[in-house]
């Protein structure tokens, strides 16, 4: 990744880039670069915070490209950020942990709300329905094909043949039931 395209996506100079590479900053993604230096940089003095950035950072790039890509993005920085608090954790470097940990909190609740909006979005592009309409859906599939089993028997020559239709209906129907019961019981939604 490029020195300027790194510092355009950290909101700093060029040249702090290069001065925070040889202390050893990752260069490879903005989101490396910031988990690094969200570790290794003290908390920034100004008003705002890391978690601001990236979100102004991915606002702006939101017009060229989809939001899949942005939400990849915000889960990467949850991962990154979730590392370099479990590495200052085992340190034991305590100033550092209380500014990383509110980061880490604004990073996780940017990436739920996302992850929110991104299953509005597919419910509404019909991608996703709800447990409710996918029983309807299901009901209304198996309407029609039952009524018409349940009339197998009536086709019958004789009433020997009608007695065996309607053991075997009996038979799937009973099948079908418990198959839909068990479904149940494994999903947990009995």
């Known amino acids: 990744m490029s020195i300027?395209?790194?510092?355009?996506?950290?909101?700093?100079?060029?040249?702090?880039?290069?001065?925070?590479r040889k202390k050893g900053m990752?260069?490879?993604s903005v989101e490396s670069a910031r988990a690094w230096r969200l570790t290794y940089v003290a908390a920034p003095t100004?008003?705002?915070?890391?978690?601001?950035?990236?979100?102004?950072a991915v606002s702006a790039e939101a017009g060229h490209e989809d939001f899949e890509a942005t939400l990849s993005r915000l889960r990467h920085t949850e991962r990154c950020t979730s590392q370099?608090?479990?590495?200052?954790?085992?340190?034991?470097?305590?100033?550092?942990?209380?500014?990383?940990?509110?980061?880490?909190v604004g990073v996780v609740k940017?990436?739920?709300?996302?992850?929110?909006?991104?299953?509005?979005?597919?419910?509404t592009r019909g991608k996703?329905?709800?447990?409710?309409?996918?029983?309807?859906?299901?009901s209304e599939a198996f309407t029609e094909p039952l009524i018409l089993l349940r009339q197998l028997p009536d086709l019958g020559r004789d009433t020997a043949e009608r007695a065996r239709l309607q053991t075997f209906v009996n038979g799937v129907l009973d099948a079908v039931k418990s198959a839909a019961h068990?479904?149940?019981?494994?999903?947990?939604?009995?």
């Open 182 to 190: 068990r479904s149940l019981e494994q999903t947990g939604t009995n």
């Open 4 to 20: 300027r395209a790194l510092a355009a996506g950290l909101g700093i100079s060029p040249t702090r880039v290069v001065q925070l």
């Open 46 to 56: 100004t008003a705002k915070s890391n978690v601001v950035a990236l979100h102004e």
């Open 128 to 138: 996703l329905i709800t447990l409710d309409r996918a029983l309807s859906m299901i």
């Open 26 to 28: 990752p260069t490879d």
């Open 84 to 104: 370099a608090l479990e590495r200052l954790l085992r340190e034991g470097k305590v100033a550092e942990i209380a500014a990383l940990r509110r980061e880490h």
């Open 110 to 123: 940017a990436l739920f709300d996302a992850e929110t909006k991104a299953i509005r979005i597919a419910e």
